[in-house]
């Protein structure tokens, strides 16, 4: 049984349809990656599964569940968190505060707590105490991350980790990747970065225009297919 | 020159009282960015919810306050949850049309049960009593009471908000409601509670409203104006600021009345209009707006 399967999932904003049937499946432990051009529907797609979009009930299903439409509140206690593009950290709240409130209404001890998240990001706990809005954007990014570990969440949705970063900050960043999958998370990546995205993908999707245009495992995939699959024919 | 530290003291205590309407505006604002137009009526309301229990169990004004205020708490979960969450969104016409719509309500349904007659909380001889401070100054209790609520309520309010998880929820939620629902909050139960919470605060006004002053059905739009102002004055969101911001109205209205009767209410006015000319986004404007 897949972890997460959508089946045949449409979204809307208003009237325009930015999702025309995803199907697509996320098996225990794996780490997914999304490539595709800018407005192909990637980051709605993530949005549709945290439930910030509206969804039928049986076009998401969560370990053999139907979750399409449940309320974004529901989705994360479930065990599905997003980090959200552009970080987006509460402004007014502190590093540490940003942290916690990952773990809202929570008293279960998992494996992430503040203290593993500033092992995972030391640069943190130097500035637990920092308004969040004064951090760098990979610091930023950290929290961001960090934010979504503490719901110790059983798949980790992350929409453009590396836009907007340097070189140097996004290897730091992919770097806890393979502490965030020994933690127990199978992860969706949706990525600009092809290279960086097939790197650390046991299988990638790309979407087109709101379809899927290929789906494979990166060693079996061709430049060619990739190029015809972001750009179209 | 005794008079003029007189008229000082006096304005500063006023301000608590302000400060004190201000308070539920701003909680409301802040975390919803909700304009209640109503709020004044609801500090009218809640006069008389404490006016009724003081008259039908024969209680003094503060304990009957006490037992209104988990009524009123419960008043303000329910409004907001089956009436206000309805009309939060890009737009932020439908609460206030709702809001105004509410004050009119409130205001009929008042005079239809209570009459227009002028109505008083009565608290017996803590009214006229009074602490000397020497040299021909002397503060009221009641004032000097009103002020201190005012800053204890405001202490409460900040504990909660920077002390608590809910607290949290309330600030992150405010910042940005999309992002919030991912942290597994949900927002329409958190609005709600910070409505509730507003309510509390109002019942705390209405006891020092009507203890103070009389009070009718149609008084609440004026107070929502101060309210308004004090708001204003402190900057959105900071509620020491809206202590700042009563006290400022409050000493402008006392130095007025004390040059002339007449211009009491006109210096408060013009104080606010000083502040918004000088400083548009108030006194203590929040980082990162």
């Known amino acids: 049984m897949a972890l997460i399967e959508t089946r045949g999932l449409t979204a809307f904003y208003g009237d325009f349809q930015a999702l025309y049937g995803i199907d697509l499946r996320l098996e225990e432990g794996e780490t997914l990656a999304i490539i595709g051009a800018n407005g192909a529907g990637k980051s709605t797609f993530l949005k549709t599964i945290a439930g910030l979009l509206a ?6 299903v969560y370990a053999g569940r139907p979750i399409g439409g449940l309320s974004a509140p529901q989705i994360v206690r479930l065990g599905i968190s997003l980090v959200p593009e552009g970080r987006r950290l509460f402004p007014s709240l502190s590093v540490e505060e940003n942290l916690a409130i990952g773990a809202y209404g929570r008293h279960d001890c998992g494996y992430w707590s503040l203290a593993r998240i500033y092992e995972l990001f030391p640069a943190l706990a130097a500035r637990r105490r920092a308004p969040s809005h004064t951090l760098s954007g990979g610091e930023q990014q950290m929290a961001a991350i960090g934010r979504a570990l503490m719901a ?5 949705l992350c929409d453009e980790v590396s836009l907007g970063l340097a070189p140097v900050v996004i290897r730091n960043i992919y770097a806890a990747l393979p502490r965030i999958k020994a933690s127990g998370s199978s992860i969706i990546l949706v990525e600009q970065d092809i290279v960086q995205a097939l790197q650390v993908a046991n299988r990638v999707y790309c979407f087109q225009e709101g379809r899927m245009s290929l789906e494979g495992r990166p060693a079996e995939l061709s430049r060619d297919q990739i190029h015809t699959a972001y750009f179209g024919a | 020159m005794t008079a003029w530290i007189d008229t000082l003291l006096q304005g500063v205590m006023l301000g608590g009282l302000y400060a004190l309407f201000a308070a539920g505006l701003s909680l409301m604002f802040g975390i919803m960015r909700l304009v209640n137009l109503a709020h004044g009526d609801f500090i009218v309301l809640s006069a008389f919810v404490v006016l009724v229990l003081m008259t039908a169990l024969g209680l003094d004004p503060f304990l009957a306050t006490l037992l209104a205020a988990p009524a009123l708490f419960g008043l303000g979960y329910a409004l907001q949850h089956y009436l206000l969450n309805r009309t939060i969104g890009r737009d932020v016409l439908p609460p206030l049309l709702v809001t105004f719509g509410l004050s009119i309500i409130i205001q ?12 008083r909380l009565k608290a017996g001889a803590i009214e006229t009593a009074s602490i000397s401070l020497g040299g021909g100054i002397a503060l009221g209790t009641m004032q000097l009471l009103t002020l201190a609520s ?3 309520v ?3 309010l900040n504990l909660i908000f920077y002390r608590t998880e809910l607290g949290r929820a309330f600030r992150a939620t405010s910042d940005d409601p999309e992002v919030a629902q991912l942290m597994g909050i949900d927002n329409r139960h958190i609005f709600s509670l910070a409505t509730a919470i507003a309510m509390v605060v109002i019942a705390v006004s209405a006891l020092y409203l009507g203890m103070r002053a009389n009070f009718d059905p149609t008084i609440g739009p004026a107070r929502l104006l101060y ?10 969101g900071s509620l020491w600021g809206t202590l700042a911001g009563g006290i400022i109205i409050g000493v402008a209205q006392a130095v007025g009345a004390k040059i002339d009767p007449e211009w009491q209410i006109l210096a408060g006015h013009l104080a606010f209009l000083a502040v918004l000319v000088l400083r548009p986004r108030g006194l203590f404007p929040r980082a990162g707006q």
Do not use: C, K, M, W
């Open chain 1, 152 to 156: 110790n969440p059983r798949v980790l």
């Open chain 2, 154 to 156: 405001i202490l409460v």
């Open chain 2, 227 to 236: 309210a308004f102002e004090a708001v204003i004055i402190g900057g959105l």
């Open chain 2, 108 to 119: 009929n349904g008042l005079l239809e049960v209570f009459s227009a007659d002028s109505q």
């Open chain 2, 150 to 152: 005012a800053i204890g």
């Open chain 1, 55 to 60: 969804a039928t009930p049986e076009s998401v």
